[in-house]
């Protein structure tokens, strides 16, 4: 069974479509995050959330949205695409926020045209 | 603010060959430093961790040991191999949020 699993693994869309990226974690974990990694492979966090409330919201644009419908999910919707946003998106939970490791998904590649 | 430096990559070495990988930090306080693998197309792992000064993490043949008089964590293995290609993140975790350097790609020729 996989720990972290997202859907889709990529995406390809042209700018200003609204898409989404779902991740579930079947480890019982409370937090839950999502991370950008650019083509340099540079890794920024996002947001997480903490049993479905939000917990860290870094300088992101307002056209993405996380939800959290249960503490398993966390999805991201991302209205407007931009080419800027082309990147992999890797969703990763941990038991709770001090827990020291985290556990990542394969990632989502999003391509903007 | 709190941020991790490691050394620019690629780093290309031969099967059986030591491997230093550098890795510098800067952080108020006293941070837990990590070593994460990422093998291609998949999702980062914990490699291995330190969480206080002077502590050695170690997995896999890899250690790395929390410096906090030059503030560094470099990772060192003594005989790697083609299997340990992969991107190597260095990170610390200050509350709630990891912070991690831009990755080092390391290639392991047979």
């Known amino acids: 069974d996989t720990a972290v699993s997202q859907t889709p693994k990529y995406l390809v869309t042209q700018m200003g479509n609204d898409k989404s990226i779902k991740c579930e974690q079947n480890?019982?974990?409370?937090?839950m995050y999502w991370y950008k990694q650019d083509s340099k492979k540079f890794l920024k966090i996002m947001f997480s959330?903490?049993?479905?409330?939000?917990?860290i919201n870094e300088t992101v644009p307002n056209r993405f949205s996380p939800k959290s419908p249960d503490k398993a999910h966390l999805n991201l919707h991302i209205n407007s695409l931009e080419l800027g946003d082309s990147a992999v998106y890797f969703c990763?939970?941990?038991?709770?926020?001090?827990?020291?490791?985290?556990?990542f998904g394969p990632g989502t590649r999003l391509t903007v045209l | 603010g709190d941020s991790v430096t490691q050394m620019e990559g690629p780093v290309t070495l031969s099967e059986e060959a030591f491997l230093t990988i550098n890795c510098t930090y800067t952080?108020?306080?006293?941070?837990?430093l990590f070593w994460y693998v990422q093998y291609p197309g998949e999702g980062l792992q914990l490699l291995l961790k330190?969480?206080?000064?002077?502590d050695k993490g170690s997995n896999k043949g890899f250690e790395a040991t929390y410096r906090k008089e030059t503030t560094s964590f470099h990772l060192e293995k003594g005989s790697v191999q083609v299997s340990d290609s992969a991107v190597y993140f260095c990170?610390?975790?200050?509350?709630?949020?990891?912070?991690f350097g831009k990755g080092t790609r390391l290639h392991i020729l047979p």
């Open positions: 330190a969480t206080k000064a002077d």
């Open positions: 480890l019982g974990h409370d937090t």
């Open positions: 952080a108020t306080g006293y941070p837990s």
């Open positions: 990170a610390l975790k200050k509350r709630d949020k990891i912070i």
């Open positions: 990763a939970s941990s038991q709770d926020p001090s827990s020291y490791e985290q556990f």
């Open positions: 959330y903490n049993n479905k409330e939000l917990i």
